[in-house]
């Protein structure tokens, strides 16, 4: 009988401190709701203490999912538990996830502290946590640099106070694979009572290797794994749940997950437009080029049979060849049968109307409308609330000729216009606009991503921009990409704290 592995999917947690990932209330539940269809076991909703806004998502996201066990973080510390626990009033299933740096560079740098201390420190925060929720996890923050010897005293000591979950995080994406998996059967054979708790990894990518490690320590007797949807996270982010519910699919390990594994592209494409954050072509199992084969030698092999260079088929994924085509023709029900299909529920008529309008204008412009065009769509409601909006963009450019660009801004309702010169057309359209938006603006970084091919196609931007020493990020979408870049750099500008 195959051992079960369970998803503790962190992507509303630890994938959103990634800077310009930041969701709404609303779209949290809207990732949450294909989370759970997804299949994770356990969704990591926020940080309550850190903010108001994550105190509410975790309350709202509560509220929205049946099954998954909603988890609130906290650190050590009893008021961090009680908002937590207040938080999670109306989770069906909750936990608190608590816990303390335990490696000697925390331990004397960040808590000023000593081993013995800490340790005290673990014990109360879990028992105190245990008054509120049966379901406590307790992560030793830095367990990758930690000794071992000690981190198993520390492990044995909040199982004993009652952790229902012990996380064993490589917080900097520090250690080798063989390390980390050895640290985990460490504790496996070290700490007494081990087996009234689930261990669970936690890895970075710092070094591009936490799947790798994170699978490393699923062989060597964890049975959680806390990943995030596209890898996405602090730095160079977290250990990717497509590839770890995928390697084990395809390796027979005996060791199986709850994910319903189609839903994983939908989910990919999801995440990625929600918090504008691109998924590399190259990218594991969800990039565009994830099932492309451009090798002669490639294509001969997968023509004459698909399992030569193939080892995932992409319906196994939810990569259909054979999925509805949405052009200008298709009506409301195709439209939002393919929202249902990516997660997004439309509930409301007017709001359904709204995104068929811009579909249509959408479809006129382009032979088919992909799913990535269509979470675009669904998204631009973020855009209506902005104070500063395009109302009109002119730009002459072209070989042998000086770029230039005419603009009118709509700011609270008043119209305001300019016109300016530049290196190119983007270059052009936005000197125009900083002629209006009177602030010393910087522009960090531009990026250009073609959604699907084809010179008919959506271009997504991204943009980051510098305001008093604080970066910005902007997201727009269209088939002109001038358009596009402009309403990035508006989007942006919206952001600035006033």
């Not at 996890?137 to 004993?160: H, M, Q």
């Not at 409301?332 to 811009?358: F, P, T």
Request: hydrophobic share 40%; with cysteine; net charge negative.
């Amino acid at each position: 009988m195959s051992e079960r592995l369970y998803i503790f999917d962190t992507t509303l947690r630890d994938g959103e401190q990634v800077p310009g990932c930041q969701l709404n209330t609303v779209e949290k539940i809207q990732v949450a709701k294909q989370l759970e269809a997804l299949g994770v076991d356990v969704i990591e909703a926020g940080f309550p203490i850190s903010s108001p806004g994550d105190f509410n998502s975790v309350i709202e996201i509560s509220k929205a999912v049946t099954w998954p066990t909603i988890c609130a973080l906290t650190r050590a510390v009893e008021k961090d538990i009680d908002c937590a626990a207040e938080a999670l009033k109306f989770a069906k299933r909750k936990r608190i996830h608590t816990g303390i740096g335990t490696s000697d560079s925390h331990i004397k740098y960040k808590f000023n502290s000593n081993r013995e201390e800490i340790i005290e420190r673990a014990v109360a925060a879990v028992k105190y946590a245990k008054r509120y929720v049966e379901d406590v996890e307790f992560y030793a923050e830095d367990a990758g640099r930690t000794d071992n010897e000690y981190l198993a005293r520390v492990v044995e000591a909040v199982i004993k106070a009652g952790a229902t979950v012990v996380n064993i995080p490589d917080t900097t994406g520090y250690c080798l694979p063989h390390e980390y998996g050895a640290k985990i059967k460490y504790l496996c054979d070290h700490v007494a009572g081990i087996e009234h708790a689930i261990i669970s990894t936690h890895c970075h990518n710092d070094l591009g290797m936490a799947t790798a490690c994170t699978l490393a320590g699923v062989l060597n007797g964890a049975r959680q794994v806390e990943v995030t949807v596209n890898g996405i996270g602090e730095r160079a982010g977290n250990t990717s749940e497509e590839e770890i519910a995928m390697i084990l699919k395809c390796h027979h390990l005996d060791i199986d997950t709850n994910i319903n594994t189609r839903k994983i592209a939908a989910t990919s494409r999801m995440v990625s437009s929600l918090m504008n954050m691109p998924v590399q072509a190259n990218k594991a199992i969800v990039g565009r080029n994830a099932f492309a084969h451009s090798s002669g030698i490639h294509q001969d092999g997968v023509l004459k049979n698909v399992e030569t260079y193939e080892i995932i088929n992409p319906k196994d994924v939810g990569i259909d060849d054979n999925s509805i085509i949405l052009t200008a023709r298709s009506g409301h029900a195709a439209l939002k049968h393919r929202l249902e299909v990516l997660g997004v529920e439309v509930n409301n008529e007017e709001r359904l109307n709204d995104i068929y309008q811009r579909f249509l204008a959408l479809a006129d412009k382009k032979k088919e409308v992909t799913d990535d065009d269509i979470l675009v769509l669904a998204g631009e409601e973020r855009a209506a609330s902005h104070s500063i909006k395009l109302d009109y963009l002119q730009v002459t450019s072209g070989h042998g000729v000086r770029p230039v660009a005419a603009i009118i801004l709509d700011i609270a309702g008043e119209k305001f216009q300019a016109a300016a010169e530049g290196n190119g057309p983007v270059d052009a359209a936005i000197n125009a606009l900083k002629n209006i938006i009177h602030r010393k603006m910087t522009l960090k970084e531009f990026t250009i991503q073609a959604i699907n091919r084809g010179s008919d196609d959506v271009g997504k931007v991204h943009m980051q921009v510098e305001y008093d020493g604080s970066v910005y990020y902007g997201f727009g979408a269209n088939t002109d990409i001038v358009t596009a870049s402009v309403e990035a750099y508006i989007d942006a500008i919206n952001s600035f704290k006033k």
